[in-house]
C-alpha cells in the first residue's frame, strides 16, 4: 500500500500510519516522518492484506492535526483505508 501525502499547510509537518488492526506503527513509536511545507511524498508500506491502515499528523508547532493524530488517539471519517 502506497498514500500519497501533500503537505498544504505552511509549516513542516510530521505524521505516522497505524495499522489499526495488528497494532503497528511507521515508522516506529519514537520517530515520525517529516514533510515539509508544498511537497508532495509516496509512503510505501508493507501492511497485510485486508488490515486497516490510518495515517495521522500534526504540526510541529502543535497547533493542529489531521487523521488520527500523530499518537493515534482521534477518530476521523476519512482518514484509514484496507490493505489491498
Do not use: H
Not at 19 to 37: G, I, S
Not at 77 to 83: F, G, K, L
Request: glycine share 10%.
Amino acid at each position: 500500500m502506497t498514500w500519497k501525502m501533500t503537505n498544504n499547510y505552511p509549516d513542516v509537518v510530521e505524521l505516522r500510519f497505524f495499522d489499526r488492526t495488528a497494532n503497528l506503527v511507521w515508522p516506529d513509536n519514537v520517530n515520525v516522518y517529516v514533510q515539509n511545507p508544498g511537497s508532495v511524498v509516496n509512503y510505501p508500506l508493507g501492511c497485510t492484506l485486508g488490515n486497516k491502515i490510518c495515517y495521522g499528523a500534526a504540526d510541529r508547532g502543535g497547533k493542529g492535526y489531521w487523521g488520527v493524530d500523530i499518537d493515534n488517539s482521534q477518530g476521523c471519517a476519512s482518514c484509514c483505508a484496507t490493505c489491498d
